[in-house]
């Protein structure tokens, strides 16, 4: 029976090609795992937002991050969040770093079981850019959008049009961004093997 139900997951992954990126991400990652929140409508994931004390932090931030997390759920994507949680029950917790060594504004790092549900998470942002500059607080919007996007389970998407776009170009979520969310919330997670 578990194969049956795998083998019927990875038909509606195929199937969904073009309108979701879940089938490209699929054949191009190592890891053959599907990872969400487990029935997160009626109990959200705790989210611990603070303020942060690194150089060029803007209070505006939050304001932009709390943005970003209603964007998804206005999206219709089956997961709410818990703003206000305290640091010790929160699941997920916001952090604030000056930069990232590397070509990145954001880093999403996620812990999850054996059946592929996701645990804890740590989304860390910077308030620089990489070559330096004090980044806006849209465009640390924009950040938050691709890291919540990891945050519920997504990963990169090949198409520059897509919020998950490994080097965000848009401003916005596109349908495919929804569109992956939603089916990714329709199947079980776990193996797709």
């Known amino acids: 029976m578990e194969l049956f139900a795998r083998s019927e997951t990875r038909r509606r992954i195929r199937a969904s090609a073009g309108m979701t990126y879940l ?3 699929v054949v191009r990652s190592t890891d053959s795992m599907l990872h969400r929140w ?9 989210v611990h937002l603070a303020a942060g004390a690194t150089p060029n932090f803007q209070p505006e931030y939050l304001d932009a991050v709390r943005n970003a997390f209603e964007r998804w759920q206005d999206a219709g994507v089956p997961v709410r969040f818990k703003l206000d949680a305290d640091s010790e029950s929160a699941e997920v917790h916001v952090e604030w770093r000056l930069q990232f060594e590397m070509q990145r504004t ?14 804890v998470a740590t989304v860390t942002l910077a308030t620089f850019d990489p070559s330096g500059q004090p980044l806006a607080v849209d465009d640390l919007r924009v950040v938050a959008l691709h890291e919540i ?7 990169h998407s090949s198409d ?10 848009v401003r ?19 193996s797709l093997r």
Do not use: C, F
């Open 38 to 46: 487990d029935n997160r409508i009626l109990r959200p994931v705790r």
């Open 149 to 155: 996007g990891h945050l519920i389970g997504l990963d």
């Open 160 to 169: 520059s049009t897509d919020i998950m776009y490994a080097k965000t170009k």
């Open 106 to 119: 954001g880093q999403t790092d996620l812990t999850w079981d054996t059946d592929g549900h996701l645990q």
């Open 172 to 190: 916005d979520l596109s349908a495919r961004d929804v569109a992956s969310a939603v089916l990714l919330y329709e199947l079980p997670p776990g």
């Open 23 to 25: 089938n490209e991400v």
